[in-house]
């Protein structure tokens, strides 16, 4: 499956950005799909996930102000962003993990990633 994420870029803190993954080849209504980010001089990390049975996923940071949402019709995996902080500042990528049965946050499971959009938080 190929995957798209779009939606990144720039706000101030305290502002909201909603960023979509778009799959196109394969449905991926039974994927376990997540959303992952990259900040300079970091190592990627998991942000928020959504398992092919609809359960959903975050990390501590940001549970409270994210939330995954998915849309099985449109083939697509948004994630809202509310209450940015700069510390929310990284390359968002979303990917789409297809052979878990069990959502993972481990992220060598999944298999297929998007390009990855910029979000910047400015303080």
């Known amino acids: 499956v190929q995957l798209q994420a779009f939606g990144g870029g720039l706000v101030q803190a305290g502002g909201s950005l909603r960023l979509s993954c778009a799959a196109s080849g394969r449905t991926f209504s039974s994927y376990n799909i997540g959303w992952f980010r990259q900040a300079p001089g970091k190592e990627r990390e998991f942000v928020s996930g959504i398992g092919w049975t609809g359960g959903t996923f975050y990390t501590d940071s940001v549970k409270g102000r994210f939330t995954i949402s998915k849309d099985n019709a449109k083939n697509t995996v948004d994630l809202q962003m509310n209450s940015l902080k700069s510390e929310d500042t990284a390359v968002y990528y979303c990917?789409?993990?297809?052979?878990?049965?069990?959502?993972?946050?481990?992220?060598?499971?999944?298999?297929?990633w998007g390009q990855g959009t910029q979000v910047t938080v400015s303080s």
């Open positions: 990917a789409a993990d297809e052979s878990s049965y069990y959502f993972t946050r481990d992220m060598r499971k999944y298999a297929s």
